[in-house]
Every structure is written in C-alpha cells, then in structure tokens.
C-alpha cells in the first residue's frame, strides 16, 4: 500500500513534512531566470525550464530529510505544453531521489472525464495493447463534490497500481466555511459527513500501519475541526496545508495526528521554496545558496512540528 511507503518515508527522516513545489517566477533567482532567457529567450519555454532547474537543486537540497514532495499542477499547466513538460521532470527527478508524489490536481469531475484524469495521473494510457505512465504521480488530490462517482474512477488504479488519493475534506482557505461548515439535518456540519463518506471509501485499502489509500485534506487553520475529525476518520491519512505561511502553527496542528505521531504529513510551499526571500534567512543565504535555505527551512520546520508531535 502506497501510505505504508509513505509512513515509513516519514519514520526513515523522522520528519512529516512534504515541501510544496509550486514555483513562481518571483521565487525564481536571477541567475536562474538569465541562463534560461539567454536560451530560449522571455518565452513560457524559459519560465518552465526555469521552474524545472529551481525544484531540481531544492530536491537535491532536501531529498534526505523529507518523505515527499507535493507539486502544483497549476503553476505549470499555465505555461502550455512546456509547462506539462517541467511538471513531469520535476516529478521524476523527485521519484529518482526516492520521494513519494503528491500531485496537487485537485480534480472533480466524474465518469470517463475522471477515468481519463485517473489513467493519465496514477494509472496507465492504453495505446493499442502499449501501456505508458503518463505523469506518475503516487498520490493525486481530488474534489469530491459531485459524490461517490467522482471518485470512484480513481480507485481500480488506486488498487492496481498502489496508488493514493487525498480527497479534500476541511480545507485551510478562510471561505472554506461557505460550504463546508454548512450545517445538515441535526446540526451536524457538511465536512464531517464528507470526512465519514472518505472514512468509508477507503475501508478495503488500509495497509499494515491502519491507514488507508484514501486519504483527507484537513487544514491546520481549523485545530477544532481537524480535532473532530481525526477523531472521526481513524484510519484516514492527513494531508496538511496551511502551515506557516497561511498563519497555521505546529500547536495547531498537532491534533491531525495519532498517539504515535504519524498519521498527517503537513506541507509548507513558499515557506521552504521561497525561504532566501525570508528575513531569518536572507541575511544567511544569498540568493544563489536559495537551496541552501531551503534545506535550512526544512531542518526548522522539523523541528518545529516535532516540539508538537
């Protein structure tokens, strides 16, 4: 089961934590962004090829204290096809060094649209008897909006290929509560019943440490909510965002996981990438030692979570 890989990834650096590889063009250092427009010129073919060269040295800065890396697919697909490109780079340089894949796609969409995303992302595209892996990804992150037969889809290749899904359930955005807080008949809240639907889903996929290939979506800035819900999807895997930059702090946080500590990994973005930008790092780590402060900012984020956990 891909969450036994992914927990004993975590016990191996004895560190929760997934760097967020959601490159911008402002993280981007200068020296960087220069040999990539003296290349192929102020195109989108530049900014990819620089998005790729930026996550590779993060990856080679951090590759041995974290489990995993969680790639945004949308800083990339805006770029086109050469977007497409850095994304599928990015994720098998990451798998080369022995990092799980969490690919942030966040999908939605049912029957054979989703079949299609399902095959393409942690499947295989059938070509006439020729089977190729499009983007490899080992988790996908998914939108379960429109019910069971939005994820249904993904489960045979879930199965198939040991694969994971982390299907949104509280998520850390403010508005979050338009829709999720709603409260149903007897007054119990939407992401709860969502959470025991995503409890259930993955009932047949639990591995050796009791969690299950369907994983959750669960904020750090909603402690109470994540609390009530841990408490009610046992056997879930968390995904964490909102720490640090998003204003969600480690004491927050730390009810997402089990009596063990495991049970959550908890990603930071731009708080890692974009470290060399920071105050506490910047006067350190010049621009061109940005993986440096990276590597620095993974070392702190550890420590952090593990004063909670």
């Known amino acids: 089961m891909i969450t036994d890989k992914l927990i004993e990834k975590i016990k191996e650096t004895g560190n929760p934590t997934v760097v967020g590889l959601d490159p911008r063009m402002s993280f981007i250092p200068k020296h960087i962004k220069e040999e990539c427009f003296a290349k192929y010129g102020k195109t989108p073919k530049a900014v990819a090829e620089s998005f790729f060269m930026f996550n590779k040295e993060i990856i080679d800065a951090t590759y041995d204290l974290i489990p995993a890396v969680k790639p945004q697919v949308a800083m990339y697909e805006m770029l086109g096809t050469d977007g497409f490109e850095s994304y599928i780079n990015t994720i098998k340089y990451a798998k080369e060094k022995g990092l799980v894949i969490i690919g942030d796609i966040k999908r939605g969409d049912i029957a054979s649209t989703a079949e299609n995303y399902s095959d393409g992302h942690i499947g295989r595209v059938d070509v006439e008897g020729n089977e190729f892996e499009i983007y490899g990804e080992d988790y996908i992150t998914i939108n379960p909006y429109m019910g069971f037969d939005s994820v249904e889809p993904y489960m045979a290749n879930c199965k198939k290929y040991e694969k994971g899904l982390f299907v949104l359930v509280k998520t850390s955005n403010k508005g979050s509560g338009q829709i999720q807080d709603i409260a149903l008949e007897g007054g119990k809240p939407l992401y709860q019943t969502v959470g025991s639907l995503v409890s259930d889903w993955g009932n047949d996929t639990i591995g050796k ?22 408490e ?71 420590a952090d979570l593990r004063r909670c956990i």
């Open 209 to 230: 440490y009791g969690y299950s290939a369907v994983g959750a979506v669960v904020g750090a800035t909603h402690p109470k909510q994540a609390k009530e819900l841990r």
């Open 232 to 302: 009610l999807m046992p056997h879930t895997f968390f995904l964490v965002p909102g720490y640090g930059a998003q204003g969600g702090k480690a004491e927050d946080l730390a009810v997402c996981f089990d009596k063990d500590g495991l049970g959550a990994i908890v990603n930071s973005s731009r708080g890692i990438i974009a470290a060399y930008r920071k105050d506490e790092y910047k006067d350190k780590f010049g621009e061109k030692e940005f993986a440096l402060a990276s590597r620095q900012a993974v070392l702190d984020m550890k």
